[in-house]
């Protein structure tokens, strides 16, 4: 069964903190995705990587970077978290331009 | 500004009616679409797409139709069933050109009565 795999389900973090959140996928895709999940805002593409070291903004990508230094793994870093970074983060992954399979999720609250 | 919205963000159907589920966009370059489905804490899941050389895909209780002049789209459940009861996100990408990323609507959230 193909996985994507989000390493926490929930984070608590203090403003001002670095925040890494990690994302694995087993199926050898060569695309990965971060978007974020707010109520009425539905689904905006942070971040996304075509290639390993390869990386492309998506819509909202002001205090985020990401690194992807392996083709299974695609890390989100919010470089000093603040309280309107308050949200659900879903990573997704997909081969060639088929649709996305996604993780679970990472509810990520900062204090 | 929004190239996919959904414009009702929650609908409430009795079981083993039929519930419909619409999708705007405005990116004429759009050509194809599909579905997800969310439980709470859980990530979205695949439902169903459609290209648009289409204008309807059907699997089981699930049917999307397109409207390109209009550009709209809209997702039919019939017999709606309790376990139906979810977000579902309308997304939409250019079939043509490299662009692999989805854009997704707000999301409308289903409930079914029992």
């Known amino acids: 069964d193909v996985k994507v795999t989000q390493s926490s389900r929930y984070l608590v973090k203090r403003t001002g903190e670095k925040v890494f959140l990690e994302c694995v996928q087993d199926?050898?895709?060569?695309?990965m995705f971060w978007y974020r999940q707010d109520p009425g805002l539905g689904l905006r593409l942070i971040y996304f990587?075509?290639?390993?070291?390869?990386?492309e903004k998506g819509d909202i990508p002001e205090g985020y970077s990401v690194s992807r230094e392996k083709k299974e793994r695609f890390s989100l870093i919010l470089e000093s978290a603040s309280t309107n970074q308050t949200s659900m983060y879903l990573c997704?992954?997909?081969?060639?331009?088929?649709?996305?399979?996604f993780g679970s999720g990472t509810r990520l609250t900062v204090v | 500004d929004q190239q996919v919205k959904q414009n009702s963000p929650s609908l409430s159907v009795q079981e083993g009616r039929i519930s419909i589920l619409n999708c705007d966009y405005t990116?004429?370059?759009?050509?194809?679409f599909l579905w997800y489905k969310k439980y709470p804490a859980e990530g979205p899941t695949f439902l169903i797409s459609i290209s648009s050389i289409k204008d309807k895909n059907e699997d089981g209780r699930f049917t999307v139709f397109l409207n390109k002049s209009a550009k709209h789209l809209s997702l039919h459940i019939v017999p709606s069933q309790p376990g139906d009861s979810a977000v579902y996100f309308c997304?939409?990408?250019?079939?043509?050109?490299?662009?692999?990323?989805?854009?997704f609507g707000s999301g409308t959230q289903l409930t079914v009565l029992p």
């Open positions: 199926m050898d895709h060569e695309n």
């Open positions: 997704a992954s997909s081969h060639r331009r088929y649709g996305y399979t």
């Open positions: 990587s075509y290639d390993v070291k390869m990386k």
């Open positions: 990116n004429s370059m759009f050509d194809y």
């Open positions: 997304a939409a990408r250019p079939d043509r050109g490299s662009a692999r990323q989805l854009t």
